[in-house]
């Protein structure tokens, strides 16, 4: 593996050493107390191993004011033995997905998430009337309107679960709401004005295309060759594909303004860093949650379906609205553990990919 001129060597006090991508990365874990202040660092092997602390880099988190009245400080204990030792890297992820199951079935997340479920359900239900219903700009006007607080209900439940789970990681015990009151409108709305960023910049071209024979028709009172047709629905297709692949691993905007307490320009340009540098990994990392949250989901979902089949199918009419209701709000609570869970896992996930340790090759 090419070593770039970000990373670390870091020597522990019992020997082990691993290297760190950067130094945020070695940063991040002094002040979480995984590396104890009796580490040393490198830059390469062939330099001399220094006291962490007499790196310019990390001096200023290793320096212990004096405790008043015999307190204990954050970092005092940081050259005990029994520091959190951590190697990131998919192995050591697959574990971490599986805890991140028991978090996020706790029952406040699980309340947070049922809520806007709930939201989701009663608003497709009011966007289908919508469409149904109203024209012109009433038609605009409200599905807009429903849209950003479908948006807003994701985007307080990203924000309330991605801190408690951080919370709970750090301090191992379940997280109180005082902890996440202060921050939680604050990066909701970054979330949501992302989404929105987001959507406007996939869903503008790919709905462009959808009407294209209108909008030609509207530009040029005739109807477009069948050719550009062709290719226009093509692209189409692609471009829902590269949507809905992107959306999945856009849900880390949550964690990344959570954890950084950056804004959104700099989250923004932190997720399309990770794209860049590790988008194979961040692919099969979202693949591996998805695929387990989707396995924990099964025997809740599985029920809900079948019904949705045998009425729409197998009944002599199609499903009344009443009936369309009651399931969509029966999914919606029936997914609540998945959507909880992939909300949690997205935290292990950006962790896992923006502060990894690798095991070096001496």
């Not at 593996?1 to 019992?14: E, K, L, N, Q």
């Not at 099964?298 to 009419?317: F, M, R």
Request: glycine share 8%; proline share 5%; hydrophobic share 50%.
């Amino acid at each position: 593996m090419a070593i770039s001129p970000g990373t670390w060597y870091v020597r522990f006090p019992d020997g082990r050493v691993v290297l760190a991508k950067s130094t945020q990365a070695v940063r991040y874990h002094i002040e979480r107390g995984r590396i104890p202040a009796n580490s040393r660092v490198r830059r390469s092997p062939e330099e001399i191993w220094q006291n962490i602390d007499a790196a310019p880099e990390f001096a200023d988190l290793l320096e212990q004011p004096a405790p008043a009245d015999g307190a204990i400080d954050g970092r005092a204990g940081m050259g005990k033995s029994n520091v959190e030792f951590r190697v990131f890297g998919v192995a050591v992820l697959v574990n971490e997905l599986f805890s991140a199951v028991d978090l996020s079935l706790h029952r406040n997340k699980l309340w947070i998430t049922g809520s806007a479920a709930l939201v989701w359900a009663v608003g497709v239900v009011a966007l289908d009337l919508t469409f149904e219903f109203a024209r012109g700009w009433w038609l605009l006007g409200l599905a807009g309107g429903i849209g950003v607080l479908l948006l807003l209900a994701a985007s307080f439940a990203s924000s309330a679960i991605g801190q408690m789970t951080l919370v709970e990681m750090l301090r191992r015990r379940r997280a109180h709401w005082n902890e996440v009151r202060p921050r939680l409108l604050g990066i909701a709305g970054r979330i949501c004005l992302g989404e929105l960023l987001f959507l406007a910049v996939i869903l503008l071209p790919i709905q462009g295309l959808r009407h294209l024979p209108e909008l030609w028709d509207w530009l040029f009172s005739t109807s477009p060759p069948e050719s550009l047709l062709d290719v226009s629905q093509t692209l189409r297709l692609i471009l829902e594909i590269v949507f809905w692949t992107l959306q999945g691993m856009f849900l880390m905007l949550g964690p990344i303004l959570i954890v950084e307490e950056c804004s959104l320009p700099r989250a923004l340009a932190t997720w399309w860093e990770l794209m860049r540098g590790d988008l194979s990994r961040m692919f099969l990392y979202e693949t591996l949650a998805l695929a387990l949250g989707a396995v924990l989901t099964l025997p809740l979902i599985s029920p809900i379906i079948y019904v949705a089949w045998e009425q729409g199918v197998l009944a002599a009419q199609h499903l009344t609205t009443a009936s369309q209701t009651t399931l969509l709000v029966l999914g919606g609570l029936a997914l609540t553990p998945f959507a909880a869970y992939l909300l949690v896992a997205n935290v292990f996930i950006y962790l896992n990919l923006r502060y990894e340790f690798y095991s070096p090759k001496q």
